[in-house]
Structure formats: structure tokens, C-alpha cells
T-cell receptor, first 112, second 113 residues
């Protein structure tokens, strides 16, 4: 079974630039999550999709972050414009129900 | 509302010694509880999960955890540490059905030879 795929693995951008991350969940998983993991901290949920609808985006900084999951399969997360404090690993995960989540390897973003 | 507290950001044990990583949770509904492990530059891998069946849960790599409702705890243990167990461990709680999964801050496990 293929796992959760994320790209790119690493990204370095200057502040005020924009960046986008892509995630392809495990086939058949209806629930998709984006987490932000700042160095030394646990993952923080940014947004949760059920199929192509948003279940929870209460911790998504909507002035600069956006996410979509067209057709209820893969998803993109965008940051525009980026700030220094956005430097983190962005983890995508998917699950069949809302129990066990399977994680991708993450995208490490460095904003300079 | 749900939350997770992991006691101790760093734990150091000798190889062959008992591993005990502590996790306490709060949840407004019966919880689902998880332990994940994260190796450097990797995503999170599920070690074990509790979903309201047996209170003693066995996971991969010899780890187990016990759900204690009265103590709102879900501590992770392993009888004998191995060097390969050195990693970051995260406890997480979910309420299922519309509730998001909340992670603790993590505990880094060091294993000394």
C-alpha cells in the first residue's frame, strides 16, 4: 500500500515570497490533515478535510495560509506571503475514519 | 475540548533499562489515544492506539501502553530499551467523529550504551 506522498521535501524561500506544498493521501482515505510542526514542538493541526469539505480550520492563519482539496483526493497548502515564523515542517496525514492517521515525510520550510 | 500533556521533554535511559514515557490527557468525550514515534527527518509512525477496547494496548517494537481512565493517563512503556528506540515520541488524543487529533509537545528519548 502506497503511503502519503508529499512534495517538495525541502524548500527555502525569502520572507514575503509565496510557497505551495502538495499532498497525495492514501487511496480511499476520506480525511486529510495538514499539520505544522515547529522545531521542538508537537504537530499543530492547521486544517482538516473530510472529502473535499473543511471540517476544522480554526488554527489556520487565514490571512496568509490557504488550502484546498479539489475532488476530495490530493491537496495543496499555500502560504502567501511567508514570514520568518512560518519556518517549520509541514506534515500531511490521512485517515479512513478519524482515528489512526498516516503521515507523510513532511516538507521542511525555511524562510530567510 | 481535548488536550495532551507529556511529562518530560527529554528522557534518558541505559540500553536494556525500562522505558517509561508519561502522557496525561483531557477529553470531553471518550477518547481515542495514540502514541507516535518520529525519527529524524521522518514523518510520524504509529506505535499503538487505544480505541475503547482493551485498556492494555500492545504496539510495535515491544512498546505497550495502559489506558487508565481514573488517572486520565496513557503512559508508554517498554521493558528493555534498545539503541534504535532513540527518537521523539508523541502522545495524541482524538474524540473521533468530527474531533481533531491533538498532539502533545513530545518527549525525546535518549538511549545510552
Amino acid at each position: 500500500e502506497a503511503g502519503v506522498a508529499q512534495s517538495p521535501r525541502y524548500k527555502i524561500i525569502e520572507k514575503r515570497q509565496s510557497v505551495a506544498f502538495w499532498c497525495n493521501p492514501i487511496s480511499g482515505h476520506a480525511t486529510l490533515y495538514w499539520y505544522q510542526q515547529i522545531l521542538g514542538q508537537g504537530p499543530k493541526l492547521l486544517i482538516q478535510f473530510q472529502n473535499n469539505g473543511v471540517v476544522d480550520d480554526s488554527q489556520l492563519p487565514k490571512d496568509r495560509f490557504s488550502a484546498e482539496r479539489l475532488k476530495g483526493v490530493d491537496s495543496t497548502l499555500k502560504i502567501q506571503p511567508a514570514k520568518l515564523e512560518d519556518s517549520a515542517v509541514y506534515l500531511c496525514a490521512s485517515s479512513l475514519d478519524e482515528g489512526e492517521a498516516f503521515f507523510g515525510q513532511g516538507t521542511r520550510l525555511t524562510v530567510v | 475540548a481535548q488536550s495532551v500533556t507529556q511529562l518530560g521533554s527529554h528522557v534518558s535511559v541505559s540500553e536494556g533499562a525500562l522505558v517509561l514515557l508519561r502522557c496525561n490527557y483531557s477529553s470531553s468525550v471518550p477518547p481515542y489515544l495514540f502514541w507516535y514515534v518520529q525519527y529524524p527527518n521522518q514523518g510520524l509512525q504509529l506505535l499503538l492506539k487505544y480505541t475503547s477496547a482493551a485498556t492494555l494496548v500492545k504496539g510495535i517494537n515491544g512498546f505497550e501502553a495502559e489506558f487508565k481512565k481514573s488517572e486520565t493517563s496513557f503512559h508508554l512503556t517498554k521493558p528493555s530499551a534498545h539503541m534504535s528506540d532513540a527518537a521523539e515520541y508523541f502522545c495524541a488524543v482524538s474524540g473521533g467523529g468530527g474531533f481533531k487529533t491533538i498532539f502533545g509537545a513530545g518527549t525525546r528519548l535518549f538511549v545510552k550504551a
